[in-house]
Structure formats: structure tokens, C-alpha cells
């Protein structure tokens, strides 16, 4: 099992539409909204580097309102 953390940055009035549909995507545990640098920290829990990818590249960024995202792998 891979575990991964995707910092999403969302366009302006867009959190909470964004944890929603950032809940919805599969592989994705839990979603949060934050305060600072990025809006949500989305949990994703995958069976495979690759499957980080799908989820925070190819999911998670092409969703409506998403500004960007960065993703870090956990090493534990």
C-alpha cells in the first residue's frame, strides 16, 4: 500500500466544492480544508506509485477549479 498527500490549491470560493468532489475520487481516503499555502490536503491510499500519479495527475488536477497540486509520497 502506497500512501500519499496531495496539497491541492484551489481558485478563489472553490474549497468546499472541491473537498467533495475530491472525496468522490477513488483511491482518495479523506480530504481537508486548511488554512496557509494550499486549501485542501487530500489523503490518498493506493496500491501503487503509478496509482499516485492517476489519482493527483490525472483525477484529482483535472477537476473543475483546481489551480494546482503537489504531491508527497509517505516513506513510512
Keep these: 500500500m502506497v500512501v500519499a498527500y496531495v496539497m491541492v490549491k484551489a481558485y478563489t ?3 468546499d466544492r472541491l473537498k467533495r468532489e475530491i472525496e468522490d475520487v477513488p483511491g482518495v481516503e479523506s480530504a481537508h480544508i486548511v488554512a496557509g499555502d494550499v486549501d485542501v490536503i487530500a489523503k490518498v491510499e493506493v496500491d501503487s506509485p503509478a496509482d499516485v500519479r492517476k489519482v493527483a495527475a ?3 488536477q483535472n477537476i473543475d ?3 494546482g497540486t503537489q504531491t508527497y509520497i509517505a516513506m513510512e
Design 65 to 67: 477549479g483546481v489551480e
Design 58 to 60: 490525472t483525477e484529482v
Design 13 to 15: 470560493g472553490e474549497a
